[in-house]
């Protein structure tokens, strides 16, 4: 495989993408026919690395000074996947080998596929067959249904009818829903036609599980954003589950959406998307049709009571989780920080100790004796003083540890777990304790937004919310609808089977209590709000900028600013330091820019792309 006149067909010349890399496509030769999308081996800078055809051929004579690809195509992307890699690429502002890096690849050989045997025996009720019919006729639908209303089942009822269509499904939901009893569910119905895909899965058991999808033995894959890119045949169907979650966001180039990929992929595929959600984001409701549930298929009695404050346990708090265990219930508390404390300030000077890299507050561990820094992962000693002027260090905002550390000290006959990423740190963790709450081994239960995802306890009478008031004071858009969504999701944790009673401790009540079973209501008003200024109306892209020296940060921004300004094509919102100006010692700038128009802010961004700074289109973060 050297020249033409050596025996082989003739060198033909095919552009290859990178694998994962930033690069732009590269020229090979190759002296035989190599179809769109298969996977191969070239040089590149003396090693060896894997790309895309994604161009040729071409003739090119002897293809004087192009490198071979080495050997055989190894894989294949199907037409779907390099068409939703270029989507990606485009919209997102990243390569295509990045974009190309996010998909496995199919098997060279399409396996021949057999019908499931499906043993699905769902009974819906009059609402929920209402709701299935009304989304088997919308390609792309919102079902938004409160929580405790039965979503899962009519996912099940069109999981069902896809695999009768010899089609397969893709299943996604935030990571911390992927709970044993979803999986149990899931499999009760479909056996071992499904396959959960998430980021605890040994290296063994995601080996295991990719060649039974790529053999055809998987016909439905539940799993978080990164499962839309498994190589699943014959895809008719994508649910998104909790399409409000900002998980389904990526948060490291490329910063894609799932939600929004999956709608895309839909479209190429014929395949019918599902988003669903007891608290719709306010875009995804404006701009889908609406399946609407009403109301949960059991309806019991929920008491609310607003209390004054920010993030404390109050007398009173501590007298209604005692109340409710006794009474036999079980309870959970929300608060939205892990730990002891999230800052640690001086009650004489007012100085916050702040990580030395990025410009946050550290969090108080107690148990481990440091203060640790949730961006950059840096942790010291806990000072027995203020560094600054000597005085005595305070707490500001209470952490899961420290609540469960004070209910315990409280109410000592009380089984009181702590539920975050600080003690949840394996799938086996989270089972375990989803386990034990569900066997009424544990009576209280603390954690942050993990508490509001896929839980489904009947015994839970107590629901305590804590720090709303942090969300919504949040320098974000979208803080309204992050808080109010919050306290519907963690409300719907109680009172699924019985009687129960959420208290929310807040300094903003009639915001809360003015929405209380009205989420529609809500979402007209902040569509009204955000008319002429943000999503869905305005389409939003942030320019990231990072730098050691804040001088080039600053000059990096100022040129990308002024170019897109002379432009005049988009409105340029605001340019500066980020809200965090600094994270692993790196001084962070951004540029926001806003549009009516997608495609404006797109050409405005490749006009003056320069390498200084990272793309976020749509950005649901502002920190």
């Not at 890699?85 to 050989?109: K, M, N, Q, W």
């Not at 390609?139 to 695999?163: Q, V, W």
């Not at 100085?351 to 946050?360: G, K, M, R």
């Not at 961006?375 to 010291?380: K, L």
Request: contains cysteine.
């Amino acid at each position: 495989m050297t020249d033409s006149n050596d025996g082989g067909g003739a060198l033909q010349r095919y552009g290859v993408a990178l694998i994962g890399r930033k690069l732009k496509t590269l020229d090979y030769r190759y002296d035989d026919d190599l179809a769109i999308g298969s996977v191969v081996r070239v040089p590149l800078r003396g090693k060896e690395s894997k790309g895309v055809v994604v161009e040729g051929p071409a003739e090119c004579g002897t293809c004087e000074g192009l490198l071979e690809i080495a050997g055989p195509p190894e894989g294949r992307y199907d037409s779907y996947q390099l068409a939703t890699a270029r989507f990606i690429a485009d919209y997102y502002g990243c390569s295509l080998g990045e974009a190309l890096g996010l998909f496995t690849p199919h098997p060279v050989e399409r396996p021949g596929l057999q019908p499931p045997e499906v043993n699905e025996t769902i009974e819906l009720l009059p609402a929920q067959q209402e709701a299935l019919e009304r989304l088997a006729s919308h390609p792309a639908a919102l079902l938004f249904a409160p929580t405790g209303s039965g979503k899962t089942e009519i996912y099940m009822k069109l999981i069902a009818r896809t695999l009768a269509e010899n089609r397969s499904a893709i299943f996604l939901m935030p990571e911390i829903s992927l709970t044993p009893q979803m999986e149990k569910r899931l499999k009760a119905h479909f056996g071992d036609t499904v396959a959960l895909w998430h980021s605890k899965l040994t290296k063994k058991r995601r080996e295991e599980t990719l060649a039974r999808i790529r053999g055809g033995e998987v016909r439905i894959v539940a799993g978080p954003r990164s499962a839309l890119f498994l190589p699943l045949h014959e895809i008719g169907l994508i649910v998104v589950d909790e399409e409000h979650d900002d998980s389904y966001k990526a948060h490291n180039r490329p910063r894609y959406h799932a939600r929004d990929v999956a709608l895309y992929m839909g479209r190429l595929l014929g395949a019918r998307v599902v988003l669903g959600s007891a608290t719709p984001s306010a875009t995804t409701y404006a701009r889908q049709p609406v399946v609407r549930i009403d109301k949960p298929y059991i309806q019991t009695k929920k008491r609310y009571r607003f209390e004054r404050g920010g993030c404390r346990l109050t007398p009173d708090i501590v007298d209604a989780i005692g109340r409710h265990a006794k009474e036999g219930g079980q309870a959970i508390v929300f608060l939205p920080t892990r730990a002891n404390f999230k800052y640690l300030y001086c009650e004489s000077c007012g100085y916050h100790l702040e990580c030395p890299y990025c410009a946050v507050g550290m969090s108080l561990h107690r148990k481990a004796r440091l203060v640790r820094c949730h961006y950059c992962g840096y942790a010291e000693k806990i000072p027995s003083a203020c560094p600054k002027c000597g005085g005595v260090m305070q707490n500001d905002r209470m952490g899961t540890a420290e609540v469960v550390e004070a209910l315990r000290e409280r109410f000592g006959e009380l089984r009181i777990e702590q539920f975050d990423k600080d003690t949840i740190t394996t799938a086996n963790k989270l089972q375990k304790t989803l386990e034990r709450f569900g066997a009424r081994e544990i009576d209280v239960l603390v954690g942050t937004q993990m508490l509001a995802k896929g839980h489904d306890y009947a015994d839970v009478t107590l629901a305590v919310i804590l720090g709303l008031d942090y969300i919504l004071a949040l320098p974000d858009y979208r803080a309204r609808e992050r808080a109010m969504a919050l306290f519907v999701q963690i409300a719907g944790r109680a009172g699924r089977a019985r009687e129960a009673e959420v208290i929310v401790q807040t300094n903003e009540p009639e915001f809360f209590e003015e929405y209380v079973g009205r989420y529609e209501a809500f979402l007209q008003s902040e569509l009204e709000a955000r008319e002429g200024l943000y999503p869905p109306t305005r389409h939003l892209c942030r320019l990231l900028f990072s730098a050691r020296e804040e001088a080039k940060g600053a000059a990096a921004v100022a040129k990308v600013k002024g170019a897109i300004e002379a432009l005049g094509l988009v409105e340029v919102v605001g340019a500066g330091k980020a809200p965090i100006e600094r994270i692993a010692g790196k001084w962070r700038f951004t540029i926001l820019l806003r549009s009516t128009s997608r495609k404006a802010l797109l050409q405005s961004v490749k006009a003056v792309e320069d390498g200084s700074f990272e793309v976020d289109m749509d950005p649901v973060d502002f920190a």
